[in-house]
């Protein structure tokens, strides 16, 4: 089955770019996402891409995708306090398929 | 846009009691609905998928028998942890399928 992997934590300067890397084993997967959880909260569909795409971008947020090395990744420009949060990344092989997760990004902003 | 809210939002409740969680899709019909699981610090997990008008199907060391799920209309699923105990303590949230995925807000389970 899919298997999904993504670093543990993330540290940026605000103001920085923030990269989150996240890899996936099922080349079949055809929607990738990303989801955005804070403290004590539920999670936020961020944005997501289908596997035919390279990239997408959204306002600060930019997701690419390397289809041949299943990796995929999430770009947030001038990253701000807010945007601190955990950050999962996910596949699935429909809209109305089951979704599996990563284990999350934590991402921490210092000044 | 589509809205699933669950219900309660958070639970506190004593080891071996049930709880019942509800999760309901307000404005479209779901057939299907996930339910997952996020232990504290950690990822959500597929726990079962539900689809309206048949059984759930579990995924692996998910016990359905303890873990009871009914989708029994097209906007309503519920997940019932019956003889909770405190390693049931977790955050439960649902999302439906459609145009896209729909997350409910979650629940909160607390087992002392």
């Known amino acids: 089955g899919e298997d999904v992997e993504q670093s543990l934590f993330l540290s940026v300067r605000e103001g920085d770019s923030s990269v989150i890397n996240c890899t996936y084993t099922?080349?079949?997967?055809?929607?990738l996402y990303w989801y955005k959880q804070e403290p004590g909260a539920g999670l936020q569909l961020l944005t997501y891409?289908?596997?035919?795409?390279d990239m997408k971008q959204d306002q600060r947020l930019t997701v690419l995708l390397n289809k041949k090395d299943k990796h995929l990744s999430l770009r947030i420009a001038d990253t701000q306090t807010g945007d601190s949060a955990i950050y999962f990344c996910?596949?699935?092989?429909?809209?109305?398929?089951?979704?599996?997760f990563g284990s999350g990004t934590r991402l921490s902003i210092r000044p | 846009g589509a809205v699933v809210s669950q219900h309660p939002s958070w639970v506190i409740c004593k080891s071996g009691t049930s709880v019942k969680i509800e999760c309901r899709s307000l404005?479209?019909?779901?057939?299907?609905m996930f339910w997952y699981r996020q232990f504290p610090k950690q990822s959500l997990m597929l726990m079962a998928t539900?689809?309206?008008?048949?059984?759930?199907?579990?995924e692996q060391g998910v016990e359905k028998d303890k873990f009871l799920i009914n989708h029994a209309s097209l906007t309503l699923s519920t997940l019932t942890v019956t003889s909770a105990h405190p390693e049931d303590s977790s955050f439960y949230i649902c999302?439906?399928?459609?145009?896209?995925?729909?997350f409910g807000p979650g629940t909160r389970l607390t087992v002392l």
């Open positions: 891409i289908f596997s035919n795409m």
């Open positions: 999302i439906t399928d459609g145009d896209s995925q729909y």
């Open positions: 099922d080349s079949s997967s055809t929607y």
């Open positions: 404005d479209f019909q779901a057939t299907t």
């Open positions: 539900s689809n309206e008008g048949s059984k759930a199907t579990y």
């Open positions: 996910a596949a699935g092989y429909s809209s109305a398929s089951k979704i599996i």
